[in-house]
């Protein structure tokens, strides 16, 4: 799979946040890159809401990992402050690979560690202060 779509509102984010969801059946690690303020954590928000999270979802950036209970268990990581194999290793990262939908925002700090297979999630800014650019592939 490989789909890239220009979002121009949040709703629009949330749409194909939604449609990744729905295809989600199990287990899967999905990377997140893109800029502060680049809308992770509003897609990240759409997508554990398609899966039936009804918790609040919030990026994780001091607890390192927020778990939420849905049609599958979701771990959602922020690994911005993560600048070492310590710090990763820390998060708890690596007890859960294929336990849960991962979901990693700032993924860009621990590309090296990213399991072999993922879907890789870019979002970038766009031409005007609402428009995203949102890139989603799966590498194995």
């Not at 779509?5 to 990377?31: D, M, N």
């Not at 997140?32 to 759409?46: E, P, Q, S, V």
């Not at 336990?99 to 590309?111: D, H, R």
Request: with cysteine; net charge negative.
């Amino acid at each position: 799979m490989l789909k890239e779509i220009t979002v121009r509102s949040p709703e629009e984010t949330a749409v194909v946040a939604g449609q990744l969801a729905e295809r989600i059946r199990e287990p899967v690690t999905i990377a997140f890159f893109g800029g502060l303020g680049a809308g992770k954590t509003t897609f990240i928000r759409a997508f554990c809401e398609a899966l039936g999270v009804t918790d609040d979802v919030t990026s994780p950036t001091f607890a390192m990992v927020h778990e939420y209970k849905g049609r599958l268990p979701v771990c959602h990581f922020d690994m911005y402050r993560v600048e070492t194999f310590e710090d990763l290793y820390s998060t708890g990262y690596f007890d859960y690979l294929g336990s849960c939908v991962m979901l990693i925002e700032w993924s860009e700090n621990i590309t090296e560690h990213l399991p072999e297979k993922y879907i890789r999630v870019e979002i970038s800014y766009g031409e005007t202060d609402l428009t995203r650019h949102i890139r989603m592939e799966e590498i194995s």
